[in-house]
């Protein structure tokens, strides 16, 4: 038996990519501790898609609940978890984790894990130029991030933060971790 990673999973408040990151997450139960981490955003967003109660089945931590202190985010300073997964992750989040601003659920603990060298893995939605998405009702549309988004992307990669492209990639990245 492979040993099981204690995981921190992020949802931001993107459509894009969610139902393939709900997918990534249940398989990970299965082999691995995993506690959720979900912004006000993210879970309006879940319930708009009508993945919600999927992700409630797991250990969850809400922004709605938390207060301005975000007291969960010591978890990572206190060494409970292996690594940190934000996926998806909003160009926003993205942004306010590059420049170092801890004023969300997502971005204080993304704060607090670079802080306590647990690895951060990110599944940015605006990962390239064009990004073909889908929406609630199934229209798929385009979208074309901005260069800052692009660049705040670089630069976390140059900072050590592994960033991939699609969800299905976390768990074979996970490998290295163990």
Wanted: charged share 25%; net charge neutral.
């Amino acid at each position: 038996m492979v040993a099981a990673l204690r995981i921190a999973w992020g949802f931001s408040g993107a459509g894009h990519l969610l139902l393939e990151s709900v997918d990534v997450l249940e398989h990970l139960k299965d082999h691995h501790e995993v506690k959720v981490f979900l912004s006000s955003a993210g879970e309006e967003v879940a319930r708009i898609y009508g993945v919600l109660e999927r992700i409630g089945n797991f250990p969850l931590v809400r922004e709605s609940k938390q207060g301005h202190a975000f007291p969960s985010c010591g978890s990572f300073n206190l060494g409970k978890f292996d690594v940190f997964v934000i996926s998806p992750a909003t160009s926003n989040t993205v942004a306010k984790i590059r420049l170092g601003i801890a004023d969300s659920l997502l971005s204080c603990c993304a704060s607090q894990a670079l802080k306590s060298k647990v690895p951060l893995i990110m599944v940015p939605t605006d990962s390239k130029p064009v990004v073909e998405t889908k929406a609630p009702n199934g229209k798929v549309f385009k979208i074309y991030p901005r260069k800052v988004d692009l660049e705040h992307i670089r630069a976390l990669k140059e900072e050590g933060v592994v960033i991939l492209e699609h969800p299905y990639e976390v768990e074979n990245i996970l490998e290295r971790f163990l």
